[in-house]
């Protein structure tokens, strides 16, 4: 999704298969998620949950059953993120009924469903969540871009054209052990805060010598509507803590908010925030138009 008409066009195709299941002879849609990061993962257990919601509204008399596949390459889920997470997050899924397949490949995608190194995955709707790819357009610029369209930024966020500066997701950074900073909200605003540092000194005529340093704070999935597990990294320890359930869930609704604080303000984000807490009171969480 590279724009809001991709999120549109997705809504639309979403309801229209829940549409299609709750008329059909069989009263089953399948759904197949490729790829169990963090998008994959949150995307099955908000589904699972908004699939009541939106029955009692498109068709209150009609019950379908819907069976969610998340197909992973890799040998666990949240791969990225400690062990104990996708652990969490894999039993999670598991109890409320996702078919969890792991070290499973996608070879190709039909009409029918998937073919996999594991064999055929019937499915009525495929969701492709693997990886993550920059706007094609960025290979227009005339900058270096890496395989998947990222400028490619040195350790300033210098593209190949030095007065070019490029961050978040866009911008292949290096990071540690050969890998790139993580395509996350928190890389995103580290990233903002230091160019606004080293650019505001550069107007003023001084040299900013240190380089980006992306500290990982830790990592929040929401499993749903009060549910979550995560990571956080203690500021004084430097250790690892984790957090489940209702707890957690609260600590990414914050998260969220701080995300929207830093851009916004505190006012504009306080009056969103009460705006959608009433409009939760008021109609259901999946918007039908």
């Known amino acids: 999704l590279e724009q809001a008409s991709d999120a549109e066009a997705f809504h639309r195709t979403l309801l229209a298969a829940f549409m299609r299941a709750a008329f059909s002879a069989d009263k089953q849609m399948r759904m197949a998620i490729v790829g169990g990061g963090a998008t994959g993962v949150e995307l099955s257990a908000e589904l699972l949950e908004a699939h009541d919601e939106v029955l009692q509204s498109i068709a209150p008399n009609q019950h379908f059953r819907l069976d969610i596949a998340l197909v992973e390459a890799a040998p666990r889920i949240l791969a990225g993120l400690p062990e104990r997470i996708s652990r969490q997050a894999d039993a999670a899924l598991r109890r409320r009924g996702v078919r969890v397949l792991t070290d499973t490949k996608v070879t190709e995608i039909h009409p029918a469903g998937l073919r996999t190194s594991a064999g055929e995955l019937p499915a009525d709707l495929v969701v ?8 094609p357009g960025n290979r227009d610029f005339g900058l270096e871009v890496n395989r998947s369209n990222q400028f490619v930024v040195n350790a300033k966020l210098q593209t190949s054209a030095p007065a070019v500066y490029a961050m978040g997701d866009c ?3 290096a990071w540690r052990e050969g890998t790139l900073v993580p395509a996350r909200a928190q890389a995103a605003h580290q990233q903002a805060e230091y160019l606004a540092r080293s650019l505001v000194a550069q107007q003023a005529g001084k040299d900013y010598a240190p380089e980006f340093r ?12 009060n549910r979550g597990v995560g990571n956080l990294m203690g500021a004084l320890s430097g250790r690892n803590f984790f957090v489940d359930g209702l707890i957690a869930k609260w600590m990414y609704m914050s998260l969220h908010l701080m995300h929207h604080r830093a851009i916004l303000g505190a006012g504009a984000t306080a009056v969103l925030a009460l705006a959608r807490l009433l409009q939760r009171r008021v109609s259901g969480r999946v918007k039908l138009h």
């Open 128 to 135: 492709w969540a693997a990886g993550i790819k920059a706007a």
């Open 171 to 173: 911008a292949a950074c």
């Open 214 to 225: 992306y500290r990982d704070f830790g990592s929040l999935v929401s499993l749903g509507e």
